[in-house]
């Protein structure tokens, strides 16, 4: 122990200090007095130590290891005080020292980011009441005045601060509900209140859940059943019923999802109360407690309460119906209501069960029809899934059920196989089941005619999808009691492929994974047919309307399951010469018919990159070739990259693909990478199509201008025409680009044409590099038998990536190669190889120093907040293995903190602009988590450091950072009220997490109010002043804060006192302009 003592006040690191303290309190015998006096002081001293660390611990694992190890003390002190002398428990009870900055702590972090810590500090207030109550001396625990002071403040708090639901829950187990609704009797409907709030209902229902068992334990001892009954619905049921039928429906629906199900847990008799109440309502007022669009009436509350009651196994439809409970009349009512919720909620009745084998009635096989009959074309997608998930489990339950009942057949005795009703009523339900599903796959067929609604197929095609799923093929001892495969005919098929013309893309996905799961029953080998689908497909990939070629990829991704493909393919003269499979291979069918589509595609597709660098108008005109791209990447994505047996043509393929690629960059790249792509229209080698461009460009210019239109921004400029040939009178039949087209045919083009083309053909390259380096096998030695792809081909890739994102200035240009290099990071950091696997690493060490050089011969982009530098370097930290220590993270940090705050003043000011919009980018990115939040801090004091800078560009890129900053501690503003505190937090809770803002702040204060203290009168406001306002404006005192707080706001209200009357004199005067500008 002496040892131990003398640790605590040694000169040791923050973390050797903070396990040191870990040990002893888990080494140490703690129970039974045997550590004696000098424990007792032990304790307390580690007890001090431990709450100075919290100060300065703010890493993510050491802020967890030290909550978890101040659980740990706090349960060690309950066992000293078991048999502890009377000065540790004056030390311990709630007044002490040690219990206060005790009490800082939790509320210091029972809001804070990390759960493990908020769960700590909640195990943490419990333990001090347990503590406290060791303490006391056979006192009255409700009436002392430590809990009656921790009830007064946690009360005062607003229910906007999470961590007053988990107090206050701790405290109900301490003292009692009672006490709580001494207080205030409404403090339950206040509860309830909150829950319209989806980040509060978890918390508010786990609390009302303690209040009301222990409300019902404390009246149970009190009162007679019938009486502590009555008082108990009255607190409780009341408000929730009352809610039920006039609340919002964001209020309703959480109440019903979080509190109603542990109500009914608590008190399953108090179902019978609400039905009588709400059947009451009903009766009184028919028309009335129907509800409305915004409200669920007593209809609604009454579907709600029976739903949920179902569900968990406190009744069953049979007892609904013969209890008349509920008629069929009112289910429909629910049924075909007009508010969303309460549909779902009488559908739910319905199809959700506490048993899963609990078999259907006639009545509710009848009530499912006449719903889907009505309910398919919502308009809402919320409401869309709900339904289509609920359907679902019903199909689970008839499959289940079905099942028990074919075991029950299977098990009877030749005694009961005598009784002939028995036997009639399992066959009759199996055939009723059988029946019911037939009905349902008719209506949803039907439901797929041509110019169908989209919310129409999409309900049809999931619930299509989730039957053909659970009701598949019989395996092993399943019966089935019905295929959709037996309801497929030629007709529906046709139906099922016209939806992939769709123009929403859900539609599509619905429709070929439905197709796929009957492939085995579909027949499609006519020949002439195929060919016709094929045809098809290959002319929407070419279109001009972008969505075209999606549909042309989900039809060939159909049709390479099918065999005739492939003849049709070989067909082709120029993939015949150059492929040649032989038919009886071992390749699966699949695999031959990709690689012959592929084939068929690239072979189109460089016929028309040659003629495209020709002339990218024709190109743009009449065959875009970003659909042929889109082709080749959805039928690759199809298959099993890792298990092909045509390796050596695959490899091929890949190095076209590539070479391709890079090919048809070369050709659109001119285009994406201008500074200005909006109207740019490139100059063809025709002299026709220069002639006729120019005649367009002269037809748009104003008439009451300069020739600012003249000069037109051309890439080649070839060819000149004669404007003075031009004359004001002579119309131009039309303002498009004309062209010939391949046979012969004018066709007319438009820069966004152009653009289009040419941006999405850079988008599908993306894509496509992307994928070839995340799916396919790496070929590591050139002797490799099964790898497709070399470490060179991935390397230039990187290299092609790092070219686009780098140079090009247009945000349209560096997104598009942003999503394939994120996934060639994502391989490159699972890679064995080790050249590959250390390229992200070496590509951010290049840029840094690129950053940092600031070489006149770089050509990164200092403007376009920074244009794709950000995305660059947020792909390659990201890529970081997350159970790694990020050390390229934190790395990049301090780089990007030292460059964006520079010590002395620098006159090239280009990497200090980097920096800043490069945090901007990655305090944006969610993926960093927690790892970033010890670097916000500094990225505040370099925003408002660099507002004050006399450099625009500066200024513009610290606003930026700024405004990311405080949505990043404060979180996403949601509501209009300027005075709620919901986006806000206390200034303890503040300081105690950037601990260095407090002085900066201070400091920054004082520089503003030293600048406004003019001695001529002159209003000065500094440029930070709003940035300090703004950040002090989001911070309020608590309740909970304490007098000796070290981190109190007091020292910040003279000088906002001294910044005020300016500042408000400057908004003052603002507002008078303002309004006298809108009056003249």
Not at 92 to 106: D, I, Q
Not at 246 to 268: A, F, M, R
Not at 396 to 406: F, K, P, T
Not at 934 to 944: E, T
């Amino acid at each position: 122990v002496s040892s131990c003592d003398c640790l605590c006040t040694e000169e040791l690191s923050d973390s050797v200090l903070l396990f040191l303290c870990h040990g002893a309190l888990a080494m140490l015998e703690w129970k039974n007095g045997s550590m004696g006096e000098n424990g007792e002081k032990l304790l307390l001293d580690i007890a001090l130590v431990l709450l100075s660390l919290a100060s300065r611990l703010k890493e993510s694992n050491m802020a967890v290891s030290l909550s978890r190890i101040l659980a740990i003390w706090t349960n060690s002190a309950l066992d000293v005080l078991e048999s502890s002398s009377q000065n540790l428990k004056s030390s311990l009870n709630g007044n002490s020292n040690t219990t206060g900055k005790l009490l800082e702590y939790v509320y210091t972090h029972w809001e804070h980011p990390l759960d493990a810590v908020r769960h700590q500090a909640k195990l943490i207030f419990k333990n001090i009441l347990r503590i406290h109550q060791a303490t006391l001396k056979g006192s009255v625990v409700k009436s002392d005045p430590f809990f009656s002071m921790l009830t007064e403040s946690l009360l005062s708090l607003e229910w906007h601060v999470k961590g007053k639901y988990a107090s206050l829950g701790c405290l109900v187990e301490s003292v009692g509900v009672e006490n709580i609704l001494t207080v205030d009797r409404t403090i339950p409907a206040q509860i309830l209140d909150v829950m319209g709030d989806q980040s509060l209902a978890p918390y508010a229902s786990d609390l009302l859940e303690t209040m009301f068992i222990n409300h019902k334990s404390h009246l149970i001892s009190a009162f007679q059943k019938n009486i502590w009954i009555n008082h108990w619905h009255d607190t409780w049921v009341s408000p929730l019923l009352l809610i039920l039928c006039e609340g919002n429906p964001d209020q309703t629906t959480y109440v019903i999802d979080y509190y109603l199900p542990k109500l009914l847990k608590c008190s399953p008799d108090s179902l019978s109360y609400m039905i009588k109440i709400l059947q009451a309502s009903a009766d009184k007022l028919l028309i009335l407690s129907l509800g409305s669009c915004n409200t669920r009436g007593a209809l609604g509350a009454l579907m709600a309460c029976l739903r949920t009651a179902r569900a968990h196994g406190h009744l069953q439809f049979r007892e609904i119906m013969r209890d008349g409970l509920l008629s069929i009349g009112c289910v429909k009512q629910g049924l075909v209501h007009q508010h969303n919720q309460v549909r779902i909620d009488a559908l739910g009745l319905l199809c959700e069960t506490h048993r899963s084998t609990e078999i259907l009635t006639m009545e509710e096989m009848q009530l499912i029809q006449f719903f889907i009959t009505y309910n398919l074309n919502s308009q809402s997608p919320a409401v869309r899934q709900q339904i289509c998930s609920l359907l679902k489990k019903l199909f689970c339950r008839i499959q289940e059920s079905s099942q028990v009942l074919y075991k029950l057949e299977q098990s009877k005795t030749k005694q009961e196989l005598i009784k002939e009703s028995a036997k009639w009523g399992h066959f009759a339900t199996l055939q009723q089941y059988k029946d019911f599903m037939s009905s349902i796959c008719d209506k949803l067929f039907e439901a797929l005619f041509p110019g169908s609604s989209h919310p129409t197929r999409f309900s049809s095609l999931t619930i299509l999808g989730s039957i053909a799923e659970i009701f598949s093929a019989a395996e092993g001892h399943t019966q089935a009691v019905f295929q959709l495969a037996q309801e497929i005919d030629p007709t529906r098929v046709q139906m099922l492929i016209q939806c992939f013309a769709s123009t929403f893309e859900e539609v599509k996905v619905l429709a070929f994974e439905l197709l796929m799961k009957l492939h085995d029953r579909l027949d499609l080998q006519d020949s002439e047919n195929l060919h016709l689908l094929f045809q098809a497909a290959l002319d929407l990939s070419i279109s001009t309307k972008p969505y075209d070629c999606v549909t042309a990829s989900y039809l060939l991704n159909f049709l390479i399951h099918h065999k005739g493909l492939l003849n049709i393919c070989l067909k082709n003269q120029q993939v015949a010469h150059t492929f040649q499979i032989d038919e009886d291979m071992s390749a699966s069918t699949v695999e031959k018919n990709t690689l012959a589509v592929i084939k068929y595609l690239l072979s189109n597709l460089e016929r028309e990159i040659f003629q495209a660098e020709k002339s990218l108008l024709q190109a743009a005109a009449s065959f875009p070739m970003y659909g042929r791209v889109h082709c080749i990447t959805g039928t690759l994505q199809q298959l099993p990259l890792n298990n092909l047996t045509l390796v050596t043509e695959w490899r091929q393929m890949v190095t076209k693909l590539i070479l391709m690629s890079y090919r048809l960059s070369s050709v659109v790249s001119p285009i994406v990478q201008s500074s200005s792509p909006e109207g740019l229209i490139p100059m063809d080698n025709d002299s026709e199509s220069a002639g006729r461009l120019q005649m367009i460009l002269h037809e748009i210019q104003p008439r009451d201008t300069n020739d600012y239109f003249t000069q037109a921004k051309i890439l080649k400029e070839h060819h000149r025409v004669d404007f003075a040939k031009l004359t004001d009178d002579e119309p131009v039949e039309n303002v498009c680009t004309e062209i010939r087209g391949k046979e012969g045919q004018t066709c007319d083009v438009t820069a966004q044409m152009v653009l289009v083309c040419c941006w999405r053909s850079m988008k599908e390259i993306s894509l496509l590099l992307g994928m070839l380096c995340k799916l396919l096998p790496l070929q590591t030695v050139s002797e490799s038998s099964d790898g497709l792809i070399t470490v060179e081909q991935v390397k230039g890739i990187g290299d092609y990536f790092k070219h686009h994102l780098l140079q090009s200035r247009h945000r349209g240009a560096f997104e598009l190669a942003y999503t394939g290099f994120v996934m060639l990071t994502e391989i490159l950091s699972r890679c064995t190889n080790e050249s590959l696997h250390t390229l992200p690493q070496q590509w951010l060490y290049n840029v840094l120093e690129e950053i940092k050089s600031c070489d006149p011969s770089s050509k990164l982009c200092a403007t376009r907040r920074s244009a794709g530098i950000p995305f660059y370097i947020q792909a390659l930290l990201a890529s970081e293995p997350k159970k790694s220590k990020t050390n390229l993270l934190k790395m990049t940090m301090n780089e990007l903190i030292s460059l964006a705050v520079p010590v002395n003043e620098s006159p090239n000011i280009i990497p200090q602009v980097h920096a800043l919009n490069i945090l901007r980018a990655l305090f944006r990115d969610t993926r960093f988590g927690e790892n970033i939040i010890p670097y916000i801090a500094d990225g505040i004091q370099a925003a408002i450091l660099g507002f004050t800078s006399p450099v625009w560009a500066v200024r513009n890129s610290s606003t930026l950072l700024f405004s990311t900053l405080i949505t990043r501690i404060f979180g996403v503003k949601r509501g209009k009220d300027e005075n709620s505190k919901k986006n806000r937090m206390t200034g303890r809770e503040f300081f105690s997490r950037f601990p260095t803002l407090y002085p900066f702040l201070l400091q920054q204060l004082e520089v503003v109010a030293r600048t406004m203290g003019s001695e001529t009168g002159e209003l000065k406001l500094h440029p930070s002043l709003f940035l300090l306002l703004l950040i002090l404006g989001k911070l309020y005192p608590s309740p909970m804060d304490g007098t000796y707080s070290a981190l109190s706001m007091a020292p910040f209200v003279p000088f906002i006192m001294r910044d005020w009357e300016p500042g408000w004199e400057a908004a003052s005067q603002h507002r008078r302009r303002k309004t006298e500008s809108e009056k003249s």
